[in-house]
C-alpha cells in the first residue's frame, strides 16, 4: 500500500504536538490534525489561564496583609478587566510556540479540520484520505458534567469558559473539591469574590491527607466555605442560582462552577466502526500506549490513566520514539509527579503515606521534616507546611510536599524513585545556604540518620579512637 505520510497525529494538544513535532524533527512524513484550536485544554482553558489567573490573586494577597516585615502596602483594588487582559496576554504570549506555522516550520503538515479514522490506517479530513502505517489519537478530554436535576436548564460554568468571564463573579458556587475546583476557590476568594465549595468527599482525594488539611485550614482562614455534600439540585438564572445538597444546605451564588473531573473525548472520531476497546474513562491502552487497533496509538487525556500535561508530553515522546526507531517504549508512573497550585502548593511524586501503608503495612517509614525548621522559610516567613518522605527499607516510594513553591522541590525524588540516585547521596550533597532545597537533604539524611550513627558506627568509632591514643 502507498501511504500518503508516515504517520499521522489527531489533536494539537500537548501529547499530540510532542509526538507529531518529534516524528517530523527526524525527518518523518507527518500529518498533524486539529479540529479546534492549537495548542489543546493546557494552552486555552487550563494550565496557563489558571495559572495566570492565580499569580493575579497572588498580587491581591500580599497586598491584603498590609504590614509586613515593616512594609505597609494599600489594600488591594481589583479590576477585572486588568485581571482577564493578563489572564488572556499571558495565552496569546505562549501561544506561538503552538502554532500552525511552527509545527509547519518542523515540518508537519497541519489540517485544521474535523478528523475521522476510517481504517486503521485511513483517516478521512477536509475531504481528503489520508494514510499511514501508523496513527496515533491524542483528542484530550472535556469537563465531566454530572446528572444533576436542573442543570441542564441552569447557567453553569467550566473550565472551558470560565477564563472568558467578562464581570468577576460575586459568589461562586464550585461543585467539586478536586486540583480545579481548589485551584480556583482560593484565587477568587483572593480577588475578593464569595467562594463555596461543595464535595462530597475529601478535598483533593489522590493527596496525602495530612498536607491537604494545610491548604483546607489556610483556605478557610482566607473565608472560603466548604459544604460537605453531593450536589442534588440546581437552579436559577444568571446572577441568582441556588445549590440544593443531600446534607440539607442551600447555597445561592451568582455564578456556578461544575469542576467534578473530565471524560475522555473519544466520540465522533470513527472509533465505534474499528470496535476500539474503551476502558472505564478512555480508550484502553497497554504499557506502550498501544490500543487494542494494530498501528493505533493513544496518547494523553483521550486514553484511560493519568490526566496532566506533563504526563501528555512524556507520552508523546515516547511513542514518537517508538514510531521513529521501531523500539519499544514503556511507560513508568512509579514517578509521577503532580502538583495542586494552591497556596501553599501541594506536590506529590510516588506513593502517598496511606496508599504505601495499603500495600506494606508496617514495613514503611516516614520521615517528615516542618519547614518551621528551615533557615530560609523562618527567613521569608514561610513556614507553613512541611515534607514527608514515604521509605521501605532505605528505598524511597513517594515524597508528599505542602509549602511554599512546593512543586519546585519534587526532582530530587524523581531521582531517587527511579534508582538515579539515592537518599544517601541526596544527605550527603551540598546545597546552597539558605535555600528551601535543604529540607530535602535534611529529610534524606534523617533517613539514614539511624544507620550512621547506629551501634555498629560507634563501635568502629571507639575503636579507632583507641588505636589512636595508643599510638600517638
Known amino acids: 500500500m502507498k501511504f500518503t505520510h508516515d504517520v499521522i497525529v489527531i489533536g494539537g494538544g500537548a501529547a499530540g504536538l510532542t509526538a507529531a513535532g518529534g516524528c517530523a524533527l527526524f525527518g518523518l512524513k507527518v500529518a498533524l490534525i486539529e479540529g479546534n484550536k492549537m495548542g489543546g485544554e493546557c494552552l486555552n482553558n487550563g494550565c496557563v489561564p489558571s495559572k495566570a489567573l492565580i499569580t493575579a490573586a497572588k498580587r491581591a494577597q500580599e497586598a491584603r496583609e498590609e504590614k509586613r516585615y515593616g512594609v505597609q502596602l494599600a489594600a488591594p483594588t481589583v479590576h477585572w478587566s486588568g485581571v482577564h487582559k493578563h489572564i ?31 481504517g486503521r490506517q485511513s483517516v478521512e479530513v477536509g ?45 461562586l458556587v464550585i461543585i467539586g473539591g478536586g486540583v480545579i475546583g481548589m485551584e480556583m476557590a482560593q484565587s477568587f476568594r483572593r480577588l475578593g469574590s464569595e467562594v463555596t465549595v461543595i464535595e462530597p468527599g475529601a478535598p483533593m482525594g489522590r493527596d496525602d491527607r495530612e498536607s491537604v488539611q494545610v491548604v483546607i485550614d489556610t483556605m478557610t482562614d ?41 471524560k475522555a473525548r473519544v466520540s465522533g472520531y470513527g472509533l465505534e466502526a474499528l470496535d476500539m476497546e474503551l476502558a472505564k474513562n478512555g480508550i484502553k491502552v497497554d504499557d506502550r500506549r498501544r490500543t487494542s487497533v494494530k498501528g493505533i496509538y493513544a496518547i494523553g487525556d483521550c486514553r484511560d490513566g493519568p490526566r496532566l500535561t506533563h504526563v501528555s508530553g512524556y507520552e508523546g515522546s515516547n511513542v514518537a520514539l517508538e514510531i521513529v526507531t521501531g523500539l519499544p517504549t514503556k511507560v513508568d508512573w512509579k514517578a509521577l509527579p503532580w502538583c495542586t497550585y494552591t497556596e501553599p502548593e501541594v506536590a506529590q511524586i510516588g506513593m502517598t503515606e496511606s496508599d504505601a501503608r495499603k500495600q506494606f503495612g508496617d514495613k ?40 511554599k513553591n512546593a512543586g519546585e522541590l519534587l526532582l530530587p525524588f524523581t531521582q531517587t524513585i527511579t534508582g538515579k540516585s539515592s537518599t544517601f547521596a541526596l544527605g550527603s550533597a551540598i546545597i546552597s545556604y539558605p535555600t528551601r532545597s535543604e529540607i530535602s537533604k535534611a529529610a534524606a539524611f534523617a533517613a539514614w540518620e539511624p544507620t550512621v550513627f547506629g551501634s555498629l558506627p560507634k563501635k568502629y568509632a571507639a575503636f579507632v579512637a583507641k588505636m589512636r591514643r595508643t599510638f600517638n
Request: aromatic fraction near 4%; hydrophobic fraction near 40%; charge should be negative.
Open 88 to 118: 488572556h496576554d499571558a495565552i496569546a504570549h505562549i501561544e506561538p510556540h503552538d502554532s500552525k506555522e511552527t509545527f509547519e516550520e518542523m515540518g508537519c503538515e497541519v489540517i485544521l479540520d474535523r478528523a475521522m479514522i476510517t
Open 364 to 403: 514503611i517509614t516516614v520521615v517528615k521534616e516542618a519547614f518551621a525548621d528551615n533557615e530560609r522559610a523562618i527567613a521569608e516567613d514561610a513556614t507553613k507546611g512541611h515534607l514527608k518522605v514515604v521509605l521501605k527499607g532505605k528505598k524511597v516510594l513517594g515524597a508528599s510536599i505542602v509549602g
Open 127 to 171: 475531504g481528503r484520505t489520508l494514510t499511514a502505517p501508523r496513527i496515533v489519537i491524542a483528542t484530550g478530554s472535556e469537563p465531566f458534567v454530572p446528572p444533576i436535576e436542573g442543570l441542564d436548564s441552569t447557567p453553569y460554568l467550566t473550565n472551558e469558559n470560565l477564563f472568558d468571564l467578562n464581570e468577576q463573579p460575586g459568589h
Open 222 to 262: 482566607e473565608g472560603v466555605r466548604f459544604v460537605k455534600g453531593k450536589a442534588q439540585r440546581v437552579s436559577g438564572t444568571a446572577g441568582n442560582i441556588t445549590v440544593s445538597t443531600d446534607s440539607d444546605e442551600t447555597i445561592t451564588g451568582t455564578h456556578l462552577l461544575i469542576a467534578v473531573g473530565r
